[in-house]
Every structure is written in C-alpha cells, then in structure tokens.
C-alpha cells in the first residue's frame, strides 16, 4: 500500500516576502505570532520581513527559539502567543524557529505533556487539524522544514523527538531566495549538505513512492550545480534560488522517510551542553552511510552518482568527502566538538529515531556505533 500526498501551497520567488500580510490574511490570520531567533532579529532581517510584508510594526515577536528548539522555549512561545491574543503563526528563519512555529501552533489547542505527540509514542493520531495556521517563511536553503509534517523538539529530559503528522505541514510556504543572500558561506554549506542529505536519504529509503524519488533526484541536481557557488559567492541570486528549490524539494520527500544519518544526529542534535548544527553533522556522517547502506540499494547509486554529476559507478562517499572538504566543512564528530561520552546513549537513541525504519539497510546500535566511530579523529 502507498500513501502519497502533494497538497502544500507554495510562494516561490525572489521578493515574495511581499506577499506575507496578504497570505496571511488569506489563511484567516488577522493577530501572527512571529517565532524566530536572536541571531535574525539582530541582523535586522525580522524588521525587513515585516516591513517588507506588510505587517503593523508592533507585531509581537519570540526571538528565544534556541540553536535547537525545546519544550521549554515552546512552552515559553504559546505563552506569548495567548497574552498577546494571537491568532496563528509565522515561521521565520531556519529550520529551528519554523519548528517551533509548528509546535507553538500544536500547543495553542492541544493539552500538555508535548511527549504524547512525539510520532514515535503514537502521537501522529493525536494531532488533529484544530490548530492555528502557520506560515513558514525559511531564510536557509536547507531544512524543507517549510513543507515538512515534521518538527525536531528537544524534551525536558533530553530527548530530541520528532513531532510528525500531515496537520503539521505549514498552511503556505513562503520561499524568498532573497532573503538567504546574507547567510556566512559556512552555514551556506551546512545547510546545504542537510539539503543533500534529505534528497539522497529519502531517495534510499525503501517506502514506493515514485513522485518523490523524481522530486528527491531533481534536487540533488540542483544542489550539486549550485552549492559550490552559493557558497563561494553568496550575492549569486541564480545559485541561491537553486539551492532554495534544492531545500524544498528535499522537504516534499520527507513523507518517505529519512535515513541513519538522520537516526544518529537527530539524537546528537539533543546532546546537553553541546551546539551542534544539524546540517554539519549530516554532512560528515553521509560518506559513512552512504557505504554502510550501498549493499542494501545498489541499484539505486548509478541514479544518485548521475545527479551528483559523476560516472555511474563512482563511489560516491568519497565524492561526498570531496564536497565537504571543498566546502570547508569538518571532517570528523571528534572535530566538530561531539563528546565522546555520548556516542554509546546516540547509538541507543538512534535506534530509536523515526528515521530508522526508513534506512535501506537494518541497522542496529553497534552499526550506529562502527558508522561514527569511522568519522572520529
Ligand atoms: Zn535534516
């Protein structure tokens, strides 16, 4: 049996931060809650995204959605979001922010604890539609959060679970390239390798759904003929645009599922004490997978070596390897600042992560633990 769903609306142009108040409105929206970070606030583009959307200047903002978002900022946000008599939601930022836009919106109509709606605890039945619009408004290439069913939140207790459900698609995206020109080149690359890994896990995992490994592949493509130039020269409208086609593409294939990367730094993205950025730790546990997997899905590598514009039996880790490097991303966890205390609790996790089921290959806590320990030192 295959369950495929294509229902997302989508503003894609550079400038469609215009159309923001009108998209809202449409959605039934007359009070939003802007959810976003500190880091975006600072640099001015939540002002411009108001101003240039068509927003009263008062409009209330959350900028405290931390690098990766927890109960306790969400808790914090519905707060806000009552006092303020509000009435949805808009995502702006990167993946973290239209995340716990996403969970504000869930928590708004439905009772706590948040765990009950963890996908992986039988939330996905829980998750009804009575919950407030949201309109994402991503200003990385990257996440496919933006036409995700899924948000990453950290529990009190540490966990990072995912909150999966179609409800949880945002209501519009509205994807601005514009407004990635000013992303540094090293998040550039970060973000965009979690691009490349969406489309490549998703194309391996083995769930039939033919549109989506057509989406998955195409993006792949348009990420491997731009994000060597997103990052290098980051004023490149055209290589920007591609990368953030690249990003929503990657999302429109989340509904088959990701993969053992995504196993393993979903929980590492929850690990106390520690900032560690989703897209980088992708980026240097996709050469190890990708060959850990290649027995299970061989039929499937010429496919991703012709997108990534190589020979059909190139190997394609190493290509990876390459890009990362060219990219000047880290090669290694150990590098990246990942303590080594943690591995043998995110091998158990990861075994646990929704992602897991959708791995071409069966992999177990000691694979999760050959596969980092090959990316240490
Ligand atoms: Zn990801």
Redesign the pocket.
Known sequence: MALITYLTRIQFEAGSVRLLSEELKLAGVRSPLIVTDRGLLTAGLVERVIEAGGLPADTPIFSDTPENPTEAAGREAVAFFHERRCDGVVGLGGGSPIDLAKVVSLLVTHPEPLEQYAVILGGLDRITSRKPPVVAVPTTAGTGSEVGRAALITLEDGRKLGFISPHMIPTVALCDPELTLGLPPLLTAATGM?AV??CIETYLSPKFNPPAEAIALDGLRRATRSLRRAVEDGSDLGARSEMMMAALEGGMTFQKGLGAV?SISHPLGGVKGTRLH?GTI?AVLLPPVLQFNQSAAPHKYPQLAEALGLAPNADLASAIETLNEDLGLPKTLSQMGVPEECLRDVAEAAVKDHSTASNPRPVGAEDFMAIMKSVWD
């Open positions: 979690d890994t969406h995504h989703h992708n």
